[in-house]
C-alpha cells in the first residue's frame, strides 16, 4: 500500500507560520511513502518567499521524506513583467526544483507531474501538447498493476467552486488533455489551485474521460481561504488502483485532525464511494463524491 500525502497551495508570503510548523510535524509523525506538493508555493514569486519555501522544503527533504513537487501559477512572478515573460519560473527552478514535470515510480505507484503555469494567463493554466505526449510516453512502458497518478497544479476538469454550484474553469487545451489521461490510463487526477477540497469521478465531469478519480486538495497553510473552507490536505492510501482511501486533513484553528475519511472501490470502470466512520473526523468538512455505480 503506497501512503501519499498531498498538499497545496501553500503560498509563503501569505500563509500562517504556525500552520506550516503543524505540516511538518505531522509529516515527521506519519512518514508518508510520498508527499506530494502541487504548486503555489509563494503568494508573489518573490525571492524571500522563494527562500522560504526552499527552506520548508529542503526541512522535509532532510528529514527524509520523499517529495514529488510542482509549481503553480503564484509561482510566476505577476507584476515584474521582465520575469514573467522573460524567465516566469526561474526562481522556482532556483529554489525549488529545476525538474517542472518530475516523474516518479517504484514497486506500487507510477506518478508524472506537469506543470500548468504559465506567463500569459494570470490564473489560469494550460497544458502543451508536448507534455501530453510526455504524459502518453512516461506511462507506457509503466506495468498494468501500478497505480497511475497525475499530478497538475490547475484540475483537467472544470468543478463545481462556488456554493451555488457554478463551475470552474478547467485547464487549458482540456479536451486534449483529458484525452492523453485517459490514453495513458490515469488512475488518480491530483491537483489544487481553488483551495478547495473534492473528489469526483472524471467520467461523471467529461464523458469518456476514461477512469480517473479526480481528487482535488484544498490549500495546506494559506491565509486565504475560498469559502472559509478551512487549511486541509489530503491523506491517501493506495491498496490498488481500484481501491483507495481518502481522508481530508483539517486545520482546526489549533493543529491538524483527521477529517472526512472515504472509501473509494472501482468496479466495471465506476467508483463508488462508502464513508469511512472516524469519531475523530473534524465537522462539517465534506468531500464532494463521487458516482455511484
Ligand atoms: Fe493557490
Ligand atoms: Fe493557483
Same mark, same amino acid.
Given at each position: 500500500?503506497?501512503?501519499?500525502?498531498?498538499?497545496?497551495?501553500?503560498?509563503?508570503?501569505?500563509?500562517?507560520?504556525?500552520?506550516?510548523?503543524?505540516?511538518?510535524?505531522?509529516?515527521?509523525?506519519?512518514?508518508?511513502?510520498?508527499?506530494?506538493?502541487?504548486?503555489?508555493?509563494?503568494?508573489?514569486?518573490?525571492?524571500?518567499?522563494?527562500?522560504?519555501?526552499?527552506?520548508?522544503?529542503?526541512?522535509?527533504?532532510?528529514?527524509?521524506?520523499?517529495?514529488?513537487?510542482?509549481?503553480?501559477?503564484?509561482?510566476?512572478?505577476?507584476?515584474?513583467?521582465?520575469?514573467?515573460?522573460?524567465?516566469? +519560473? =526561474?526562481?522556482?527552478?532556483?529554489?525549488?526544483? $529545476?525538474? %517542472?514535470?518530475?516523474?516518479?515510480? #517504484? *514497486?506500487?505507484?507510477?506518478?508524472?507531474?506537469?506543470?500548468?503555469?504559465?506567463?500569459?494567463?494570470?490564473?489560469?493554466?494550460?497544458?502543451?501538447?508536448?507534455?501530453?505526449?510526455?504524459?502518453?510516453?512516461?506511462?507506457?512502458?509503466?506495468?498494468?498493476?501500478?497505480?497511475?497518478?497525475?499530478?497538475?497544479?490547475?484540475?483537467l476538469f472544470?468543478?463545481?467552486?462556488?456554493?451555488?454550484?457554478?463551475?470552474?474553469?478547467a485547464v487549458?487545451?482540456h479536451d486534449d488533455a483529458v484525452k492523453a489521461a485517459r490514453?495513458?490510463?490515469?488512475?488518480?487526477?491530483?491537483?489544487?489551485?481553488?483551495?478547495?477540497?473534492?473528489?469526483?469521478?472524471a467520467?461523471?465531469m467529461v464523458?469518456d474521460a476514461g477512469?480517473a478519480?479526480?481528487?482535488?486538495?484544498?490549500?495546506?497553510?494559506?491565509?486565504? +481561504? =475560498?469559502?472559509?473552507?478551512?487549511?486541509?490536505? $489530503?491523506? %491517501?492510501?493506495?491498496?490498488?488502483? #481500484? *481501491?483507495?482511501?481518502?481522508?481530508?486533513?483539517?486545520?482546526?484553528?489549533?493543529?491538524?485532525?483527521?477529517?472526512?475519511?472515504?472509501?473509494?472501490?472501482?468496479?466495471?470502470?465506476?467508483?463508488?464511494?462508502?464513508?469511512?466512520?472516524?469519531?475523530?473526523?473534524?465537522?462539517?468538512?465534506?468531500?464532494?463524491?463521487?458516482?455511484?455505480?
Open positions: 500500500m503506497a501512503r501519499i500525502a498531498h498538499l497545496s497551495d501553500i503560498h509563503f508570503g501569505a500563509n500562517d507560520p504556525k500552520i506550516v510548523a503543524a505540516t511538518e510535524a505531522w509529516l515527521h509523525q506519519q512518514q508518508p511513502d510520498l508527499v506530494i506538493i502541487s504548486g503555489d508555493l509563494t503568494q508573489r514569486a518573490r525571492q524571500e518567499q522563494f527562500r522560504e519555501a526552499s527552506a520548508w522544503v529542503n526541512r522535509l527533504r532532510a528529514a527524509g521524506l520523499k517529495l514529488l513537487v510542482i509549481p503553480g501559477n503564484h509561482d510566476v512572478p505577476l507584476y515584474d513583467i521582465f520575469r514573467r515573460f522573460g524567465a516566469p +519560473l =526561474r526562481r522556482y527552478k532556483r529554489y525549488i526544483s $529545476n525538474d %517542472l514535470c518530475p516523474f516518479y515510480e #517504484d *514497486d506500487e505507484v507510477a506518478i508524472l507531474g506537469l506543470n500548468t503555469a504559465r506567463s500569459l494567463t494570470i490564473k489560469d493554466g494550460r497544458l502543451n501538447h508536448e507534455q501530453m505526449r510526455m504524459m502518453r510516453e512516461r506511462f507506457a512502458p509503466v506495468a498494468a498493476a501500478k497505480t497511475r497518478i497525475l499530478v497538475t497544479h490547475h484540475p472544470a468543478m463545481p467552486i462556488g456554493k451555488g454550484g457554478e463551475l470552474s474553469e487549458g487545451r490514453d495513458a490510463g490515469i488512475h488518480i487526477a491530483l491537483a489544487g489551485h481553488f483551495h478547495r477540497t473534492y473528489a469526483e469521478a467520467q461523471k464523458a477512469g478519480l479526480v481528487i482535488q486538495a484544498g490549500t495546506a497553510t494559506s491565509t486565504r +481561504l =475560498r469559502n472559509a473552507e478551512p487549511q486541509s490536505f $489530503n491523506w %491517501l492510501h493506495v491498496r490498488h488502483f #481500484d *481501491d483507495i482511501e481518502l481522508q481530508v486533513v483539517v486545520w482546526d484553528g489549533a493543529s491538524f485532525q483527521r477529517g472526512h475519511h472515504v472509501a473509494y472501490r472501482q468496479q466495471d470502470g465506476a467508483w463508488t464511494a462508502r464513508e469511512i466512520s472516524d469519531a475523530r473526523a473534524a465537522q462539517g468538512m465534506k468531500v464532494a463524491v463521487a458516482a455511484r455505480a
